[in-house]
Nanobody, 122 residues
Framework: QVQLVQSGGGSVQPGGSLRLTCEASEYRRCMAWFRQAPEKERDWVATFASDGNTNYIDSVKGRFTISRDTAKNILYLQMNSLKPEDTAMYYC???????????????????WGQGTQVIVSS
């Protein structure tokens, strides 16, 4: 089992930026960020596959950037131009196989970070 330790997040005004970090105890082919807004189900935000392919949900395209330091097993999520609707608990997730990145289904991810709160409010 991979341990995922998250850091970053916090409270910011609309239009601001935050960066989330996820340190993994070992390598996994597919890494991703999910989020869960209040009273909503958890949903994927961005994925980073072993071949470097990335995907984003439409609502964050052009604003969020997922990146990865494979040598250090660290995953990042740079969030710019934040909106109130980005307010959520954000989770890092890891999947042993790239199927996770293709399916973006939570069931494909066996390891999860502890979550970090992002609040976007004026």
């Amino acid at each position: 089992q991979v341990q995922l330790v998250q850091s970053g997040g916090g409270s910011v005004q609309p239009g601001g930026s935050l960066r989330l970090t996820c340190e993994a105890s070992e390598y996994r082919r597919c890494m991703a960020w999910f989020r869960q807004a209040p009273e909503k189900e958890r949903d994927w935000v961005a994925t980073f596959a072993s071949d470097g392919n990335t995907n984003y949900i439409d609502s964050v395209k052009g604003r969020f950037t997922i990146s990865r330091d494979t040598a250090k097993n660290i995953l990042y999520l740079q969030m710019n131009s934040l909106k109130p609707e980005d307010t959520a608990m954000y989770y890092c997730a890891a999947a042993q196989w790239d199927y996770g990145c293709r399916s973006r289904a939570q069931i494909a991810f066996g390891d999860w970070g502890q979550g970090t709160q992002v609040i976007v409010s004026s």
